[in-house]
Each structure stands twice: as C-alpha cells, then as structure tokens.
C-alpha cells in the first residue's frame, strides 16, 4: 500500500502498524477535515508506548512462556535451568487421556450454564423489582452489590463453614424442617452443587447491576401505553422488557460465561475439586496440576490452561462481535 | 384520599419484600460476623446460636496477633497496583479517546480480549517468568501480575470517559501552545477525576481480593497478602472458625467502606465495563 493510499483511507479502520514518519502528501479536499497528522500520530503512540510494552511483557510473553510450558517436557529441575526438551503435543494426548478429562469437561460445563442460568434469571428478577418505585430501593440495591465486593476467599470461606457437616447452619436449618444432614462439601454427589450454589450467590449482584441499567433505558411510555391497552403485569414482562432487554441480555450472559468459565478461587477454596474429582474443572484441574502437588506437572497443566483460553477466546470473539453489532446499530 | 393510602400501602408492600430479599441475598454476611463473635466452646454447638448473644473478641485478638503483617502487606500492594494502573491506563486512554492513533482500534480489541484470559494460565506464566528472573515472592512482583487484573479494564473506562471530554477545550488548549503532554497534564487528568476515582477502587479491590497470583507467585514468602493469610488459616487450624472469620471480616472492610463511601463509582464502573454508555 502505498502513503497515499493509507492517509485516503477512513481513518477508522483497523491498521496494524503504526505508519511511519513520512511527510503526508496533500489529500484530496473532502478528506481534509479527518486527516491525521504524524506529529498527533506520534504523540498519540507515545502516549500509548506504556501499555503497548506492558501488554507484549506481561500479557503476550506469559502466555507465550504457557504455550512454550505445554510443548515441552519439564520436570523440577529443568524448570529451573531451562532445558526441557521439546515434546510437541504429547502433554495434551496425556492431558486428553487422562480419567479426569471427561468429568472435568462435564463439570465445567454444567457449572458453567447451570451458574449463568440462574445467575441470570434471579438478576433478571431482582432488577425487575428493583425497578418499581419504592421506599429505600435504591438503598438496598446498594446491599445487593456486597456479595460481589467481598474478597473470593471470605465468600468461599463464609461458605465452607455454612454448609460444613456436623456444624453448619444449613443443616442445622434442614434439620429444624425435618431433612436429614447433607454432607455439602465432601460427598462426591453433592460438592459440584455446593461450589454451584456459592458461585451463584456471587454472581447475581453483577446481573442485577447491569440488568437493572438495561432496564432503565426502556422508555416507560411504553409500559403506561401497555398498561391503557389492558396488558397485565406479566404480558408487559414477556411482550416489552424482555424483548427490548435482549442486547444486555445478550451482553451480560456472554460476559458471565467467560467469567465463569475461568472460575477457580471459590471451588479451589470450598472443594480442592474433590472429593475425587466431583468438583473438578478445567480452572481446578490446571492449578491442581501446576501447583497442588507436591512433584508439579507444568505441562500438562499448562496444557490443560491453553484448552481453557481457546475455550475463553472463542467465547469471547462472540462477545466482542456482539458488542460491535449493538454499537453500529445504535 | 384513599387512593393514595392504597398506593402508599404497595409502596410499603414492596419496601418489605425488598428488605427480607435484601436479607436472604445478606445472610451468610451476617453469618460471617456471628461466627466471628462465637465463643470457642459454641462453635460446635448444634444448633449454633442465631445471634451472638455470648459474643466474644477472642477471635479479633488472635487476628490482631496474627494477621497484621498480611494486611499491610495487602495494603501496599493494593496501593502500588493503583499506582502501576492509573500510570499506564490513563494515557493511553486519553491516546485512544482523543488523538486517534492508527492501530487503535486493533489495540482496543487486544484489551478486550487480554480481560478473557483465565487467571491461572496467567499465573503459570508469570510463575515460569519469576522464577528465572527472581521476582517470585516478591511485592513488586506480586504487585505487576496483580495490575494485569486491572489494566484492561482501566483503558477502556478512561477511553470511555475522555471521550465525553469536549473536542473544543482541547482545541483552544492547542491554540494557546500547549502541547498534547501539557494538555493531557493540565486539562484531561484534572477533567477525569471520577474515572480515576473509578479505576483506583477497582484496581485496588482485586489486587486485594487476589488469590490466585498471591498462591502460586507469593506463597511461602516474607510478604504475603491477606488472601493467603485466610487461606493458611483454613489450612491449619481447622478448629478456630472465629478466628478465620474474623480475619474474613478485616479482609472485607475495604470492600465495606468502598460501598459506603463510592457506591455509585462502583455501580458505574460494573456497568461501563459490561454495556459502553
């Protein structure tokens, strides 16, 4: 491409060199007005040298030293000299037939879209009724938003004595209603539910906040025009708010599957993914690997790490592509 | 007249429902603090007591003798992420809102995509990268792989923001000579103090919250953060739970007092990150 051609072009589209320091030639008369000048150009990009370092050091390079982590062959000692010989993809035929595959992806999966589903679905309530006018609302939607501030490892903690066997509240609970005790945290059929139950009580916060500035942007002379025409609460639920609330919801679910997707403290704390794997996911299993051990397997779980990025990023391109839809249609 | 008895009695309705939503969503909050004020002797006692009536500090004492270096620790990590934060996301935010760089929109979407990327592949990463250079166990060390949670994030408010900033002001700071350093120093920094108010509280909330960078990078140091105090709490004494909550409930009075005193900072920062505008 030549200069000319670059300075013609609109400005806005994605380029992935900076241009270099030529004189710009004079363009043509209508561009005038959205033409870059190299002395902004340089400013510009001196301004955004930092993060441009920053993002190639300790973004770009981890994830390379990760991916260079999987491929090879590393053991204590030439972790530290640094002359693991080169296995190309054996690491992920290991990490493929190792037993835990299976379940792990299973409970990814079902911790993941069970957590976005409910998540979603008390927000998306929640915000509702938060949305009506009432004394000290705004107040306790403020509350809401605790669950999300605390640290992952008080709500973890909070949670494991909650639903400890002999002396936690839950049971003691269930048992005032007549329910025998449940052994939450170390019975393999009931661990994956535990982590689920704890997750979802730290995730709603973040879909009532988002949710609820959805609703806000629905113009209510809708919901009096519905409401004249004899439309009750719940078909102006399902025929206005839902429909229109579809781009944040949209937004919001696609944003909550790449959170929980990666989702480690809260089972790690609670579980350690036990008992016997019955809380084991991807996030769990790749720190179980690289850190939980005494011998670390850094390539394997390095290995197990790259499958959660792909996973992560394929997501995320999604998201990304919704967002820009939303954003040319508005 | 009675019709808006009727409507102040829904109100009322509502108000109620409200509160004893608010307090399920709560309750294992409340929990935390009636654990934390459990005498030793209660602790097992089925069922436990619903409110600490035979409340004790015992618990906080132990914590005091026990975890004050860990949330010092904590606390200047969390200052020095803000720092690294606001130092590097400020500028290109404003590079990015106002100076239209080439190659911009290329960059965005790289941020964009580096917030997806799980923790722990981060943490390997850095962990192999330490290791070799000698940061492991480190407070600057452990303070930029903490300021990896935040930066993204930090770019695209300050872009979001700076770009609400008139075109003109800039304009008229152009024609009286100042330079875009002077400009950004004088007119843009001081213009965007609820952003940087924004960025700070969540910068320093996750470098505080951390967990996974401060196990795999910082555990078994001199310095460990809070996190890690909890967690080899649990690890170790498995008996003393008013102890451990108490230690849960120091760790949670930043996230306390940034909800009493910038609960609309946090409300702004949760939505811009998800829905721009």
């Known amino acids: ?330 | 007249m009675s019709r808006t008895h009727a409507r102040t009695k829904t109100t009322w309705f509502k108000t109620t429902i409200g509160v004893v939503l608010t307090a399920v969503m709560l309750f294992p909050v409340y929990w935390m603090l009636n654990v934390s004020l459990t005498r030793d002797t209660d602790m097992r006692k089925s069922p436990p007591d619903l409110l600490p009536l035979h409340g004790t500090l015992t618990g906080y004492r132990t914590v005091l003798d026990d975890q004050l270096p860990y949330l010092e620790t904590s606390l200047v990590i969390g200052l020095g992420t803000v720092a690294l934060t606001v130092a590097l996301a400020a500028p290109a935010g404003y590079a990015l809102a106002k100076l239209r760089p080439r190659g911009g929109r290329v960059l965005s979407f790289v941020l964009l995509a580096a917030q997806m990327i799980p923790g722990i592949i981060m943490a390997m990463g850095f962990y192999a990268i330490y290791l070799q250079l000698g940061l492991l166990r480190t407070v600057p060390g452990l303070i930029v792989a903490d300021s990896t949670l935040a930066v993204p994030f930090a770019v695209l408010i300050f872009t979001a923001f700076m770009s609400g900033i008139p075109g003109e002001l800039l304009q008229a700071a152009r024609t009286d000579g100042a330079g875009p350093l002077r400009t950004f120093w004088s007119i843009v920094m001081p213009m965007s103090r609820n952003a940087v108010v924004t960025v700070s509280l969540f910068a320093f909330l996750w470098s505080w919250s951390d967990f996974v960078f401060a196990s795999t990078l910082s555990n078994g140091g001199a310095h460990e953060p809070i996190t890690l105090g909890i967690y080899h709490y649990i690890g170790n004494n498995n008996q003393q739970w008013n102890a451990i909550m108490a230690t849960a409930v120091l760790a949670s009075l930043p996230a306390a007092v940034i909800l009493v005193l910038a609960q609309r900072y946090v409300a702004a920062g949760v939505t811009a990150g998800a829905v721009k505008d």
């Open chain 1, 1 to 330: 491409m030549t200069p000319m051609n670059q300075t013609t072009h609109p400005p806005d589209l994605p380029r992935p060199t900076p241009v270099p320091a030529e004189p710009a030639p004079t363009p043509p008369p209508g561009a005038k007005k959205r033409r870059r000048p190299a002395s902004t150009q340089w400013a510009a990009w001196a301004f955004l040298a930092p993060v441009t370092v920053y993002l190639v050091l300790f973004y770009a390079y981890p994830l390379y030293r990760n991916l260079d982590l999987s491929l090879r062959n590393y053991t204590v000692r030439s972790f530290v000299q640094g002359n693991a010989p080169f296995t190309g993809l054996k690491n992920y035929r290991t990490v493929l037939d190792d037993p835990t595959f299976a379940p792990a992806l299973l409970h990814t999966a079902v911790f993941t879209f069970v957590c976005l589903a409910f998540q979603y679905a008390i927000g998306l309530a929640l915000a509702v009724f938060f949305n009506q006018h009432f004394r000290l609302a705004a107040t306790l939607r403020a509350l809401f938003l605790v669950p999300w501030l605390l640290p992952l490892i008080v709500s973890a903690s909070t949670w494991s004595w909650m639903l400890n066997s002999d002396s936690g509240i839950v049971n003691a609970a269930l048992h005032a209603v007549g329910v025998d005790p449940v052994n939450w945290l170390t019975s393999p059929s009931w661990s994956l539910t535990s982590v689920i139950i704890a997750n979802i009580w730290i995730g709603v916060p973040f879909n009532l906040v988002v949710l609820y500035s959805g609703l806000q942007s629905i113009p209510s002379g809708l919901y009096e025009a519905a409401a004249l025409d004899g439309a009750n609460a719940w078909q102006r639920f399902w025929r206005i708010t839902f429909p229109l609330l579809r781009p944040v919801s949209a937004i919001t679910l696609l944003l909550g599957l790449i959170y929980t997707l990666k989702v480690l403290d809260i089972i790690w704390i609670m579980t350690k993914g036990g008992p016997a794997d019955a809380s084991t996911t991807f996030a769990t299993w790749s720190y179980q690997l690289g850190f939980g051990n005494m011998l670390p397997a850094f390539g394997p779980g390095a290995a197990v790490g790259n499958l959660l990025v792909v996973a992560a990023l394929v997501f995320g391109l999604v998201y990304i592509r919704v967002q820009r839809r939303q954003e040319a249609l508005s």
